[in-house]
């Protein structure tokens, strides 16, 4: 077995993770990220190559690569009252509300989103019903949002609320910090150089490169940042975790 030790861990991590770096200061100071370390203290080679996995970027790729069109699933049109009204004006009025354990809580339009630093990136989506397209997405690191809404360290989770339903039920998902901080998770409100479709999720929708699409939550309408997703829908982190038991951590 392989002793590591805490310094090496974070070297590596920040190897594997490149711009990963500047977010070390919020992942040093969130319970997650300590716990992680601590046990990784004890850990063999195994798991310092899972975590290494973990902070890892997806593969990007060139233009020459992008999907003739990127194909939608799930939702294609929330269709309510609000959404339609809120789609016919240029989603003008639509907000995008972090709630939960933040230290100055605060909602952003998309202008004011669309006026921080901005990333685009081109990377495959892989659908769990077997199929992938790749796509180049455009919009704020969700580290700038966390950071300006100032996460609280007791937070755990970050809760994506949709304003779509279902079969009834609000679609929601949830990741958790390491994957809050990944410099390529970003709320996007671009696809391949134009405004993001209604049926790809306008207007703004997760991206959270190492996971399945149905980890990507569209039509997002707030973040909350909680301790634990046990309140929260029927506790599982998720629309398809909840209705037919899909696996949260869903890392490709
Ligand atoms: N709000 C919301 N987000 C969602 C879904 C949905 O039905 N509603 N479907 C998920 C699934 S299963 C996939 S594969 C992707 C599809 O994204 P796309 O429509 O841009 O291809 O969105 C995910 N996010
Ligand atoms: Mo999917």
Not at 57 to 79: C, I, K, M, Q
Not at 82 to 105: C, H, I
Request: charged share 20%.
């Amino acid at each position: 077995m392989t002793i590591i030790t805490r310094r090496k861990l974070i070297t590596s991590a920040a190897i594997g993770a490149g711009g990963l770096l500047s977010g070390c200061d919020a992942l040093n100071g969130s319970p997650t990220f300590q716990n992680i370390l601590a046990s990784a203290e004890t850990a063999n080679f195994t798991v310092q190559r899972a975590l290494g996995d973990r902070m890892e970027l997806a593969s990007e790729y060139a233009v020459a690569d992008l999907s003739p069109t990127f194909r939608a699933n799930g939702t294609r049109d929330p269709g309510t009252a609000d959404y339609t009204a809120s789609a016919a004006q240029g989603f003008v009025d639509w907000r995008l509300r972090l709630t939960g354990l933040f230290s100055k809580p605060q909602q952003f339009s998309l202008d004011a989103i669309r006026s921080l630093p901005q990333r685009t990136q081109i990377t495959r989506h892989d659908c769990v019903e077997g199929w992938s397209a790749i796509g180049q997405w455009t919009g704020v690191p969700l580290k700038i949002l966390l950071d300006i809404a100032q996460l609280k360290s007791s937070a755990k989770f970050l809760v994506f609320h949709c304003a779509d339903r279902l079969g009834g039920r609000p679609y929601y998902e949830s990741i958790d910090l390491l994957d809050g901080y990944h410099p390529q998770t970003m709320l996007a409100h671009r696809l391949n150089g134009q405004p993001l479709p209604i049926e790809n999720g306008a207007p703004l929708r997760l991206r959270v490169e190492r996971q399945l699409g149905y980890k990507h939550a569209k039509y997002v309408t707030g973040i909350e940042a909680v301790a634990s997703l046990a309140g929260i829908g029927e506790g599982k982190g998720g629309y398809w975790q909840d209705v037919a038991n899909y696996e949260w951590y869903a890392g490709i």
